[in-house]
């Protein structure tokens, strides 16, 4: 190992134990550059904005890192050198290369690359990319074991964010040590769980060291040791360092006279006495013993058969913690000393979690929902309601007569759900300020209770849609800004538009009335009979006044109508589905007796995509047709792999052949939750796009198209057909959505109970014969009855909370 890189990895020192400088290249000298054949991590850019020059001051601390590894760090003003090939194109700014040579090894963006841990990290990753083993299963990492045995040992790391600090001295470590020690990296949780993390939710780092170097049989498996310190760069070091001392060290003279490499790396140490006649006892039991502390103590085995150990005979072990003095005692079992040293080392591991947390938050700090929590620690940042109208008893009738459209938010101040939401209806005010006819107001139901109770409201935040001579509305989109505001705009849309000739017809489907509102939504669904006077009529209207604000809607009742369904095996009345110019009609029968519920449910179906990009907004009508997904997730980018895929799924969908399933993809730019879907998923992202089947409703079974076959249509009902007939196994399970509080509820009337017996106790009136009955009591009467601390909450009420 290189002393040089060694005393850098250790201490964030250069080779000459001075700070190196960020590189300015000229055309001149990044042509140089190229033809040495050395790595270099470059940026190119033309102009600073302040997200880019908070970027090129860690792009700087990061050059005095990376010089230790022999990797320059250089920026190209584009401005004064516009260097062919790296200075022109719309990414220009927001792009970094790894140069070997004038080969890149790796574009970043500086979103990816965001500080100096991240700029080390993934470049150390990139240069070691063939060192540095990164597995996604347990098979994989069995596979590696294989290789390793009788050649290696092998240093296994979880790092469950890439770009951390964590990540970092991973990959320093791997730079130092990597000649040694096979190195592998992982980010799954189905790794986690096969090295035996019962919590594989966690999102801690952490590390093994598989003994694979003394292993000579296949069939053996490679004995793990943790590390249980944080993920830090001289805990890997020392960890390191132990990992290679021997299990149990022998000696010959007294504890204060031993000298191991535990002493030296701050490590506590154990000392056992072993006696001439019990000598192979002593020594399982010292083994037993480093066997369960390796890695945290060092275990030293001393023979008393020795004229140079003068210690007394009543103490058979003593130990020695860091910068202490030894200390002896008489061991009795070997659990004292689990015991012992368990507790010594807890609390050494609570001081340094300690320190390495700059916000701690106590259990009672977080409350039994994630969006309780976030409002609680935002609680002392007051919504700014100017730009909603705030309602009483005596303006309420007057506001939501008096305009186009009134919007009312109902919500309560204490309510979680309410505040969290609160936000977005006021950024959808201020999108709307300006638009004639709209007025956004809320109602406080904490204050104004009378009206929440006319307006029949019992969930909390509800929002109504209120117009002149109408029935109110209820919205039941998403709690959102987008999804609000799409509905909002879309409530101003006549539902149906009456139209009057097929110009009118045409204009609706692909011209002027249809580009009026296509930022809003492409389908158009177009409600055909051949008169006024048609019984359906009237159901039809009614349904698209409840669907006003989801989906615009056209009614054609007139004799030309016929001609819209000529040529086609279906008779008026009818549906006729536009998804936009281009995309061909779809017509759809309909009774003249259909209830507008009937209406409403068909029209929710048919306005669906056959190959729809999924949404946070439209996964649960989608979730609602019951059939497994085959879902392909594309990159960030718009690439021709991605247009190629998507076309390649098409092609059996417009056969027939994909029925049985609902083809869907997720683009990771524009849906980027769909990242966090795929890992939980699988346990690990794969290369994009990745194409699998999910079996939401039978088992929650998840597949995954083989990575190294093309991803053409032959090759994907090929491997339908083999998961279909089970002939491919699962490549991860859907996890349990069931989730509880993160703590405890507290029980505060048996807290009471406890300090002060019956103070507690709730009771009822007096019974006629002049005794009480309370709950206490009742509890022993009714033994099989749940009781529970709190009140019941409304049943009706959508959330229910148990915090006081």
């Not at 190992?1 to 005393?7: D, N, P, S, T, W």
């Not at 964590?166 to 730079?175: G, I, K, P, Q």
């Not at 392909?632 to 991605?642: A, P, R, V, W």
């Not at 879907?677 to 079996?695: C, H, Q, R, W």
Request: hydrophobic share 40%; glycine share 6%.
């Amino acid at each position: 190992m290189c002393i040089v890189y060694l005393v850098a990895f250790l201490f964030g020192l250069t080779a000459e134990q001075c700070s190196s400088e960020l590189i300015e290249d000229s055309s001149q000298s990044f042509m140089e550059r190229m033809n040495t054949g050395k790595t270099s991590f470059i940026y190119f850019g033309n102009h600073v904005n302040p997200t880019i020059e908070l970027f090129m001051e860690q792009l700087e601390m990061s050059a005095d890192a990376l010089e230790d590894y022999g990797i320059s760090v250089v920026k190209v003003n584009c401005s004064k050198d516009p260097i062919a090939n790296y200075c022109t194109g719309e990414k220009l700014i927001t792009k970094a290369h790894l140069f070997r040579g004038s080969e890149v090894l790796r574009s970043f963006d500086i979103d990816t690359v965001f500080d100096v841990n991240a700029i080390v990290s993934h470049v150390l990753f990139s240069v070691l990319f063939n060192e540095v083993r990164y597995v996604h299963t347990p098979a994989e990492l069995l596979r590696v074991e294989s290789a390793a045995k009788q050649n290696s040992d092998i240093v296994v790391g979880h790092i469950p964010v890439l770009g951390l600090p964590e990540h970092r001295a991973l990959m320093e470590a791997a730079f130092v040590y990597g000649t040694k020690y096979q190195f592998v990296q992982t980010t799954g949780s189905l790794v986690l769980r096969h090295m035996g993390v019962v919590d594989s939710s966690s999102s801690q780092a952490r590390l093994w060291f598989l003994h694979c170097k003394g292993v000579s049989r296949q069939s053996d498996p490679c004995p793990s040791i943790p590390m249980r310190k944080p993920l830090k760069t001289i805990n890997i070091h020392t960890f390191l360092q132990l990992m290679e001392a021997p299990l149990v060290t022998e000696a010959v003279v007294d504890p204060s006279e031993v000298d191991v490499v535990h002493i030296h790396l701050s490590v506590p140490v154990l000392y056992l006495f072993s006696q001439p006649q019990t000598q192979h006892l002593d020594m399982a039991t010292a083994q037993t013993l480093a066997l369960q502390l390796h890695g945290e103590v060092g275990v030293v085995l001393i023979h008393r058969d020795s004229p140079n150990v003068k210690t007394p005979l009543k103490y058979n072990a003593a130990y020695r913690l860091p910068q202490e003095d030894v200390k002896y005692f008489t061991l009795n079992s070997a659990e004292e000393v689990m015991k012992l040293f368990k507790e010594e080392l807890v609390q050494e591991h609570k001081i340094e979690d300690e320190e390495g947390n700059e916000e701690h938050w106590s259990d009672l700090d977080i409350l039994d929902d994630e969006v309780s929590e976030s409002v609680y620690r935002d609680r002392d940042h007051m919504q700014d309601l100017e730009s909603v109208t705030e309602l009483r008893s005596d303006t309420f009738q007057s506001t939501v007569t008096q305009n186009d459209i009134t919007v009312v938010l109902f919500y309560f101040k204490w309510d979680a759900v309410c505040m969290a939401f609160i936000q977005s209806y006021i950024e959808v005010a201020d999108a709307l300020e300006g638009v004639s006819g709209v007025e956004l107001a809320a109602v406080d139901c904490g204050e104004w209770t009378d009206i929440c109770g006319d307006q029949n409201v019992t969930s909390f935040p509800t929002v109504m849609i209120y117009r002149p001579m109408a029935a109110a509305q209820p919205y039941r989109g998403m709690l959102g800004t987008k999804s609000l505001y799409r509905f909002i705009l879309l409530s101003l849309v006549s539902s149906p538009s009456h139209l009057s000739s097929s110009a009118e017809v045409m204009s609706f489907l692909e011209g002027d009335m249809y580009n009026k509102h296509v930022y809003l939504s492409a389908v158009r669904v177009l409600g055909l009979f051949n008169s006024m006077q048609d019984t359906g009529v009237t159901s039809f209207e009614e349904a698209a006044r409840l669907l006003r604000g989801e989906t615009i809607l056209g009614l054609f009742a007139h004799k030309e109508a016929e001609q819209w369904v000529e040529g086609l095996s279906v008779n008026l009345p009818a549906l006729l589905v536009s998804h936009g110019p281009g995309v061909p009609y779809k017509v759809y029968s309909i009774s003249s007796s259909s209830s507008p519920t009937d209406h409403v449910s068909l029209i929710k179906q048919v306005e669906l995509d056959h190959f729809p990009e999924l949404t946070v907004e439209n996964l649960p009508w989608y979730l609602e047709l019951g059939k497994p997904l085959l879902l392909l997730f594309i990159g960030k980018e718009d690439s021709t792999e991605s247009t190629k895929s998507l076309a390649e799924i098409k092609r059996p969908l417009s056969s027939g052949q994909l029925d049985s399933f609902l083809p869907c993809w997720i683009h990771l730019g524009r849906t980027p939750v769909g990242r966090s879907i795929l890992e939980k998923y699988l346990g690990f992202v794969p290369p994009l796009p990745a194409l699998v089947i999910s079996k939401l409703r039978t088992g929650g079974e998840v597949f995954l198209f083989p990575p190294e076959r093309p991803l053409m249509a032959k090759n994907i009902l090929q491997w339908i057909h083999d998961v279909e007939h089970a002939q491919e196994q699962p490549a991860g399970l859907i996890p349990d959505g069931k989730r509880g509080p993160p703590v405890p509820f507290f029980d505060f009337l048996a807290i009471m109970d406890q300090e002060a017996p019956t103070y507690a106790a709730q009771r009822g009136p007096k019974m006629k014969n002049g005794g009480r009955e309370g709950n206490r009591e009742q509890k022993h009467e009714a033994p099989d009855q749940k009781q529970t601390p709190y009140p019941s909450p409304n049943p009706q009420a959508p959330r229910q909370h148990s915090e006081l």
